[in-house]
């Protein structure tokens, strides 16, 4: 299949976007794991998202689209692609619906997850991530079983850089400015599936719903 997940910060779309590429093949494209790894390595791409990362604002719509022109390309995306927190912005999306209209692709669904935003502070304050792998883990719901250590990969388990109050309160003002008028958008697109999270199970369900 091919999705749009399109949440705030903390709905969940990473951990519904793992349980989807079970399902059928598909991978899942997370543009924050591919700029966090390239923090991480210190390249070029790194280095001139690092900012804009740390204090959560966006980072640019041409270095975005750099990544995903190239990414929609590879061999992999032939099974299906979940978009995990792309496209994020107007021009974002636009230059998407022009790339997919370029290489002959449609989306199957672009899925909204509603979650409460009381629910989301306390998941964002509370997450924590691999650095290695990028498993998502939940000191009170879902911790690991060594203390700091994934169970995966056995790498660094920690809170990431942008989940200081700070950065969390700024992710969401730009999720509500710059991501949210998305909904919009993709219901004019007449591709928009808005499901309230009650669990990451219950959002792969109504997608399984909708698409088959
Ligand atoms: P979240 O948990 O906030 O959904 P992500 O892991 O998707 O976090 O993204 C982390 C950060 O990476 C964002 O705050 C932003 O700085 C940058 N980023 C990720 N995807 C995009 C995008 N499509 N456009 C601009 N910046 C992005
Ligand atoms: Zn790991």
Not at 13 to 36: E, F, M, N, P, Y
């Amino acid at each position: 299949m091919k999705l749009i997940l399109l949440g705030a910060p903390g709905a969940g779309k990473g951990t519904v976007a793992k349980l989807l590429t079970k399902l059928d093949g598909s991978v899942q494209i997370s543009t924050g794991d591919i700029l966090r790894s390239a923090v991480a390595a210190g390249t070029q791409l790194g280095k001139q998202a690092e900012v804009a990362m740390k204090t959560g604002d966006l980072v640019s719509d041409e270095l975005i689209m750099g990544i995903m022109e190239e990414r929609l390309k590879e061999d992999d995306c032939k099974s299906g692609y979940l978009l995990d927190g792309f496209p994020r912005t107007i021009p974002q999306a636009k230059a998407l619906k022009t790339l997919l209209d370029q290489i002959g692709e449609k989306l199957d669904a672009v899925v909204e997850i509603d979650v409460p935003k009381d629910v989301i502070l306390d998941r964002l304050t509370t997450r924590r991530t691999c650095s290695k792998c990028g498993a998502i883990y939940n000191v009170k719901s879902n911790p690991t079983k060594i203390q700091d250590v994934c169970d995966k990969c056995g790498g660094a388990v920690a809170q990431r850089d942008d989940e200081t109050e700070e950065a969390i309160s700024n992710r969401l003002n730009v999720y509500n400015k710059q991501t949210a008028p998305l909904v919009d958008f993709y219901q004019a697109e007449g591709l928009l599936l808005s499901v309230d999270a009650l669990s990451s199970d219950a959002v792969v369900d109504a997608i399984k719903a909708k698409i088959n």
